[in-house]
């Protein structure tokens, strides 16, 4: 399926606030509105986009080329008359989409989550039939003044416009179109209305404007600076993952996150800072096994921030590979190892009982065993394994990454890395007989529910 | 789906051998005939099979009960006039099937691989029609004269039974039909034919009985002792995995095949065996540790060959699950850990330089590596990553388990662990990363492919 993206108007109460560009290419986190907009269609599996441009056009030209930097063909449509109504510039289009069964439309200042993307790909308009990516959660909705109102009943849309006095949902700027809307802009534009919501108004009257909800998935129409910091907030609060350990969940990511957004300005890739990371328990390691115990411990938490910083990074700027996260997890195991290694080898020198190599080994032994069954178990079902669904007791076992090198850094600071061994010798240990209760569970009601 | 199985008939030639019971009881490494084609029938989806059962049919009854224990659900229908013919024994189920779209005909005494019930399942016969499976391998047939014979022309069957003299496939007793079947065979019956064939024919002869080719999955007709142990010997020919290691493939796998043909007559499980091994790589870690290193490493690779058992029997027995394969891989990791503990704490105590507690790390750090990345492959593609596409070079690294416990057991018969810590501290680390190079190709042509 094709994308019909609209970026040809002026956008000029964004570029009041000191921001001299041309409102597509507006930076967020990284990247631009329209890198945005294009990247998410590329996840939700559309490749090809159709991009009218009208206002400062070429600038938008010059920044994008053909796409393919992005993964995306991108053919471009000049729209003249932009500023007589954005139904003009879905008009201009008509040409090149008149072919499609259907296509998807939406606008390069709306930065919308994948997962709408993806409902407003799911449903099939009939022939002559449109789909309105439509948001019923109205108090989220931060100017609802200027938001275009939708009425609707029994799923198709009565009325819609900005000065509805009645409605139930906001119109989110997605569409899932069939060219029968390129004769309703037509026969609006006759009647002296051109804007979209003019030619979905006409498609409405004959009842044929349908309703898709896009639920609890976000979107954000980038109209003003305050949007613009909205939206930056609702992309950072996105990026912890589910599967975060307790330690990660309330004081990793509070400061990751802030980092990212820093680091999304750079060039700076998700597999640089997993080595760096790896880099980070390394010194960790030399630390510890020199009797820098304090130093030893704060890098291990330090890397234990950093942790999650290539994950949100990939996440940030759409940067996610299998490889990436392959090289993330094979470094993390080294990082641990290392870690362990080096503490065991600063214990044992620092004149602990031989014995504490006992402790090492077993600490070595469990370190990976948290991600070697949440990885069989994702490949036995399909799903993730969240280590949240353990609930609180297990989860206060720190016997995830992020809990284990807490421990690390405790016991480097009261410089006793023998206590921390002591711990790491157990916990994981606890946790694979806990686990395997738990998953032997899960697996058989999968497997059960396989069955039927 | 339903299945109607054929259960009816006497079987005397493979009486005649010195067993008494009744054919379809007849037992193949650990299960009966009959609880093969049902068990087969269940992993390939069908919970319900209509079973004829006529020539003794109440000890087969009395045997099966109603299929709860195989996780299916079983109808039985009496054929008193069973001997007159198989047609007979499919008619007496008419009442019970007449009212289904389709459904899948088997032989009790036909053992027949998974992937050919799948096939038979996946083509669709329309009203009228029946899906004959049919293997073209004339080669393979054992006892060819024995055989029924298929001419087919342009996918359609024009001429099946015992003595035909042209033929270009035989009949391997799986069929999809639908309840035109039944007419069919009423209809051969006028004419004073009751075999399955004769009805075959009679849907053959109006175009309406067509060709699956059951390509390369494998059946046997179980009709007289020599078909028994071909079908032994096919069994136990399709149990190694194709993820073995070099050690497994050309050594371990040749005794434990044999151990399992064994071991299918018992009632010991396959997560039995896996703790055994785990016991075993236990026992071995600590004749390392005391010194007595020559048995440890005997016992290390009889822990390796007993490593292939579980598998082996799951696979055998239908008993394989999800739990069972994370508890294997599990406590393989333990084994390993312990082993290599136990080689450490021997080569120190028995008066090696201390840093061969630096090489026993290593070794700890890099074993379960080679696991890890195959998971996260897995986990990445959704496929399994085969070791046997690395190449021999890579593969004669001895970096997989069975690998890695070979290295383990000959630095035992040689004396000197700290050879083999030594051996153990570099390899995994080497395979590491040369997977690393090797699945970032594999994951972007992956990916790539994706995008299409």
Redesign the interface.
């Given at each position: 399926m094709k994308a019909l993206v609209i970026a040809a108007g002026e956008g000029s109460r964004l570029r009041v606030s000191g921001y001299h560009g041309v409102k597509p290419l507006y930076p967020l986190l990284g990247l631009s509105l329209i890198e945005r907009v294009l990247l998410t269609l590329r996840e939700a599996g559309i490749?090809e986009v159709v991009l009218v441009i009208g206002f400062r056009g070429q600038e938008i030209k010059d920044y994008l080329g053909d796409g393919s930097r992005l993964?995306v063909k991108i053919q471009y449509i000049d729209n003249p008359s932009w500023s007589a109504g954005n139904g003009t510039s879905v008009l201009a289009a008509e040409k090149v989409l008149q072919g499609e069964r259907s296509f998807l439309l939406t606008m390069a200042d709306h930065i919308v989550s994948q997962e709408a993307v993806e409902r407003l790909i799911k449903v099939r308009p009939r022939e002559h039939e449109i789909y309105v990516g439509a948001d019923f959660k109205l108090d989220r909705i931060a100017d609802l003044e200027e938001a275009t109102k939708i009425l609707v009943s029994d799923g198709k849309i009565t009325a819609i416009g900005k000065k509805l006095n009645e409605f139930q949902a906001v119109d989110c700027g997605l569409f899932h179109a069939t060219p029968a809307l390129f004769d309703a802009l037509k026969e609006a534009q006759v009647q002296g209305n051109s804007s979209l919501s003019d030619g979905i108004m006409v498609m409405a009257r004959q009842g044929q404007a349908l309703v898709c909800d896009i639920g609890d998935t976000w979107w954000i129409d980038v109209d003003k600076p305050d949007d613009a910091r909205l939206a930056r907030k609702v992309l950072l609060m996105n990026l912890p993952s589910p599967r975060d350990g307790l330690v990660a969940r309330y004081f990793n990511r509070k400061i990751s996150v802030v980092l990212s957004s820093w680091l999304a300005w750079t060039r700076i890739t998700p597999n640089q800072v997993s080595i760096f990371n790896a880099v980070l328990c390394f010194l960790s390691a030399i630390l510890f096994a020199t009797g820098h115990f304090l130093w030893a411990g704060l890098t291990a938490q330090i890397a234990s921030i950093i942790d999650g910083i290539d994950g949100e990074l990939a996440r940030l700027k759409f940067l996610k590979?299998?490889?990436g996260?392959?090289?993330d997890?094979?470094l993390d195991?080294?990082g641990d190892?290392?870690i362990l290694?080096g503490m065991?080898a600063g214990a044992y020198l620092n004149g602990s009982h031989p014995l504490v190599?006992?402790l090492?080994?077993l600490a070595?032994?469990g370190s990976?065993?948290s991600?070697?069954?949440k990885?069989?178990?994702?490949?036995?079902?399909g799903r993730r394994y969240l280590p949240a669904q353990e609930g609180m007791w297990v989860n206060l076992l720190l016997a995830n990454r992020d809990g284990r090198l807490l421990v690390v850094m405790l016991s480097g600071i009261i410089r006793l890395p023998v206590v921390g061994l002591a711990i790491l010798a157990v916990t994981p240990h606890v946790l694979?007989l806990i686990r395997?209760k738990l998953?032997?569970r899960l697996?058989?009601k999968?497997?059960a529910s396989l069955?039927v």
């Open positions: 490749r993964g590979s299998p490889f996260e392959l090289l997890s094979v195991r080294y190892g290392l290694m065991t190599l006992v090492g080994s070595l032994l990976p065993m991600m070697l069954m990885e069989k178990f994702h490949t036995a079902t694979v395997l998953m032997k697996l058989l999968n497997s069955k």
